[in-house]
């Protein structure tokens, strides 16, 4: 088991776990813009093909028009497969920018436990310091009086009954 971490330690980890949360929060905008993009791709080129469809499809078209809509359709349909295959990339790396983000809070939020749990045990033991020297000074005022945790100068049982 390691040995407890020192305040100090605690913050510096403290700050490290905040810089890589924001460094995954950073890296989620990016992903979600990329995936954006590349959406935005997908659609241009499908808008792209319908509206060519559209003007082959037109009886005023010439045979020419219809011919090289034929041509640009083999070339346009590989760069839809192109768009989606990097849509379908940038959306599973938004997933996992994702995971990245929800690990690095988790990791940040057991850092922020643990520094107000050091917080409280060191509060903890200032409040026993002070009570013992409260008890010190209560029983350099009454010699022969108990003071402790539920008594209140409780007499000692070894004191002289007619003090």
């Known amino acids: 088991m390691a040995p407890p971490a020192t305040p100090r330690t605690l913050s510096m980890l403290g700050r490290v776990r905040r810089i890589v949360t924001e460094e995954a929060r950073q890296g989620l905008a990016a992903a979600i813009a990329a995936e954006t993009a590349a959406e935005a791709a997908v659609r241009d080129i499908a808008d792209a093909i319908a509206r060519e469809r559209a ?21 346009a349909g590989q760069q839809l497969e192109a768009a989606r295959l990097k849509r379908d990339t940038a959306a599973a790396s938004t997933t996992q920018a994702r995971s990245r983000l929800n690990l690095a809070k988790a ?9 107000a749990a050091a917080v409280a045990a060191g509060r903890l033991e200032d409040l026993q310091r002070e009570q ?28 002289n009954p007619l003090d």
Do not use: C
């Not at 005023?60 to 070339?75: G, H, K, Q, R, T």
């Not at 990791?107 to 520094?115: F, G, L, M, P, S």
């Open 107 to 115: 990791a940040e939020q057991t850092v922020e436990r643990h520094i």
């Open 55 to 75: 003007i082959a499809a037109d009886l005023n078209s010439d045979d020419l028009m219809v011919e090289f809509y034929i041509a640009w359709l083999a070339e």
């Open 132 to 159: 013992i020297e409260l008890d010190e000074v209560a029983q350099a005022a009454h010699p022969g009086k108990v003071s402790g945790p539920g008594t209140t100068f409780a007499r000692s049982p070894l004191a």
